[in-house]
Each structure stands twice: as C-alpha cells, then as structure tokens.
C-alpha cells in the first residue's frame, strides 16, 4: 500500500513540483519499511517496489528490483542492528541505501552494456541528501503526528474539566 | 510462485510487442495515474476558477496587447507561409506539414528518475503506436516506447537512450542530439569542420524515422572542440518538460518509416 502510494505521489509530484523528478520515493519507502519491520519484510517490500517501478519504467526488469532487494535487506539488518532512532543517524541511513542502489543500479546497467550513465557523482549524491531529507521528515512525520494528537486531545478533555 | 509468475511473464510479450508484465502493470497503473490527474486537475481548475481571478483584469490588458503583437506577427507568418508553398509547388515538393496528430493530456510522470518517461492518456484506441513522435507547440518531446489500450508511454528526448536525426538549421550540418538523462541535450557526430554557432537552431532531420523533418528540438548552448574528428556540442531543448501538459502525437509515418515499411514488405 505505501509502495503504490509511494509511486503514485512520484508520478505526480514529477509533473506539478519540478525538481522532485530527482527524489526516488520509492525508494525512501523501501527503506522506511525495512528499518522499521525488519531485513525479510525490507527484502519482500523490495522486491516488490523494484519490480513494479521496473515494469513501468522504460529499462530491464529486474535490474531496480535486484537494488531495491539488496537495500531493502541490508537497510533492515542495520535498523536491527543498530540503534537508528535520531534523525541523523536515519539521514546517513537512508544517504548510504540510495548510494548503494546507485551503485547496484547503475553498475549493473553499465556492465550490461544497456545504457551509459557518464559520471553521474553529482546527480547521485544530490538524489542521495534529497531522499535522506524526505525520509527523516517522513520518520519525524509518522512519529510526532500522532502524539501531538494525543496531547491536542488531553489538553481539550482539560479544559473541559 | 509469485516470483516464477512475474519471470515468466516477463519473458513473453503481447501482441503489440510489449512483455505482458510490463503490459499488465502499465495498464492497471495507467488508470490509477488517470484518476490521481483528474483529482488535481478538478482542485487547479476551482482554484484557477475562483482564488487566481484576482489579477484577471490586469493580465486580460497585458493579454490583449499580446494578442494585437502576435495578430501582426500571424499575418507575417501567413504571407512568409504563402511564399513558401509557392516555392514548393514550383519545386514539386510534397507538402509535408498537414501531419496528422492526436492531442493528448499528460497524466503521470517518470515512475523512477533514472528514465525520463511520461505518460499521455492516449492508446491504441486512439491510433497511437509505438515509435511514433510526440511534439508539443515549442518542438519536440519525445516518441512512444509503450502504447497501452488507453494510455501510453512516452520517452522524453532528454532520456539516457534517446535519440534523434538532427541538423543545424543554419548551416544544415547534421549530427544525433542524445539525451544526457539531465535537462540538456548533446548534439553528436557534427564535424570538427561544420558552421555551428551559440545560438544556432537545432531541427529534426527525419532521417530516423520517427520525427518528422523541421520540427524544433532546441537552441546551441556551446560549442567546444573536443580535439577528435567531431565538435562538443550542448542544446538546450526548446521544450520546458517540467511544464508540459497537452503534447501532440503524430500519427503521420515519416517518409523514411514509409521507406522501411515498404521494403519490409
């Protein structure tokens, strides 16, 4: 369900909010499974999101599936890991898992001879910072939301009183 | 099992030469992005319709100067355009510009930005196949790498695996514009020798047979000699594709997809 929100919100933001065209939140959702449910559910969750956004892409399919795969399981293993509760400890998280997708992905394409990438350092680490910020906010978001509903509702019944 | 479903169907590709996974997904996800697009354009519409009328009149004088300017400038055009088809039927030249197109709404974007994709809400249903061009008022866009029934797939020119027959309109120096997965174009293959200039326009040559011949693809940025048999050169597209919304899809095969259609035959 995230995954398919995830790909429709990138469809979309691509056309109305020019410059998300570079952030993969696909991606980011991927990651925030598997630091949050575990390295099988972030390899499954993987294996899916990559399969679907190959299979609407233009490219092989697989190859994405087999990154998202990779960072999904890896990204997990590191949430049970270690303790990744601050923001920056989730910003290097989500910065390292779009690195290494990058790396598997393009690799992949270039060792396969199916598309040229030049020297994409610039394009990688900006996408990388980019999804790193979405994903802290997106944790921040999923966290304080529904305390601050909490207290919005104590403070009301208090009053009341 | 779901992973042998997916692989098989992979491998296999429908009638229209697509692999029936990449079909199926497209298609079911073509209508989400259908829905999701009416959404917001039905919340634009009411707002364009009642918030953004505050600066209607201003904008109506400044649009009614500019329809005045662009009135003069239709009638240049128009006898610029006379001339022209007196010139070709005096040539016996085949008027190329009566293309036959379709019109077609933008309704998703790139599901991954490492392919530079949108997706129009016209098929098959509606003519469209794959390998056909897509244009938009300001030049080229891109071709159809995916017609589904009611929805296709669009390549944008400034794809990674893009490509397009192009010349310098100027000195009529040929070359291939690329796509460099960025928003620029490279125009390749134009000899360290050839006229090329800041500035100069870049047209489709129709010699690849998906776009037509004269359409715009975009303007020289620079110029560099690359010390090898061809120059270094960058263009910016003539399209804005971050604020693209109606694009045309041409329907009309170029002379070279006859030519090939025909020797195929």
Redesign the interface.
């Given at each position: 369900m995230a995954v398919?929100a995830a790909?429709?919100l990138?469809?979309?933001?691509?056309?109305?909010v020019?410059g998300t065209?570079?952030?993969?939140l696909?991606l980011v959702v991927v990651v925030y499974v598997a630091l949050t449910s575990g390295p099988v559910t972030g390899l499954l969750t993987g294996t899916f999101a990559g399969?679907?956004?190959d299979?609407?892409?233009?490219?092989v399919?697989?190859i994405?599936g087999l990154a998202k795969t990779l960072v999904g399981f890896l990204a997990g293993v590191i949430g049970t890991q270690f303790i990744v509760a601050q923001p920056l400890p989730r910003f290097f998280v989500f910065f390292c898992a779009t690195l290494l997708h990058a790396a598997v992905?393009i690799g992949l394409y270039t060792l396969l001879d199916l598309?040229?990438?030049?020297a994409?350092y610039a394009?990688v680490a900006g996408?990388a910072a980019g999804n790193a910020a979405v994903g802290v906010v997106a944790f921040q978001l999923v966290e304080l939301l529904p305390g601050a509903v909490e207290r919005r509702r104590a403070a009301k019944s208090r009053i009341r009183r | 099992m779901l992973g042998h479903i997916l692989l098989i169907s992979a491998q296999i590709n429908s009638r229209s030469g697509v692999p029936v996974l990449e079909a199926v997904a497209f298609g079911v996800f073509a209508e989400v992005q259908r829905g999701i697009s009416a959404g917001f354009s039905s919340v634009r519409s009411v707002w364009s319709g009642y918030a953004g009328l505050r600066h209607v009149k201003s904008e109506n004088d400044a649009l009614t100067r500019q329809l005045e300017v662009a009135q003069v400038a239709l009638q240049q055009q128009r006898a610029l355009a006379d001339r022209t088809r007196n010139l070709e039927r005096l040539l016996g030249l085949r008027d190329r510009s009566n293309l036959n197109t379709v019109a077609a709404d933008i309704i998703a974007g790139g599901a991954t930005p490492d392919f530079r994709t949108l997706t129009i809400d016209k098929g098959t249903r509606n003519g469209v196949r794959a390998d056909m061009s897509v244009i938009a008022p300001a030049g080229v866009v891109g071709r159809v790498v995916m017609p589904g029934t009611r929805a296709a797939k669009v390549q944008l020119l400034i794809d990674r695996n893009a490509a397009a027959g192009a010349l310098v309109e100027r000195s009529r120096a040929q070359g291939v514009v690329t796509g460099g997965g960025d928003d620029r174009l490279r125009l390749d293959y134009v000899s360290e020798v050839a006229d090329v200039m800041v500035g100069d326009l870049v047209v489709t040559s129709g010699i690849d047979g998906i776009y037509p011949k004269g359409y715009v693809i975009g303007q020289v940025e620079s110029v560099e000699k690359s010390g090898g048999a061809y120059k270094k050169i960058t263009v910016k597209p003539a399209v804005d594709f971050t604020s693209l919304e109606e694009v045309l899809v041409v329907l009309t095969p170029t002379p070279a997809r006859e030519a090939a259609d025909g020797s195929v035959e």
């Open positions: 398919a790909l429709a990138q469809t979309t933001l691509a056309r109305y020019p065209v570079a952030l993969d696909v399969l679907v956004q299979a609407l892409a233009t490219g399919i697989g994405g992905f598309r040229h990438f030049g994409p394009a996408q | -």
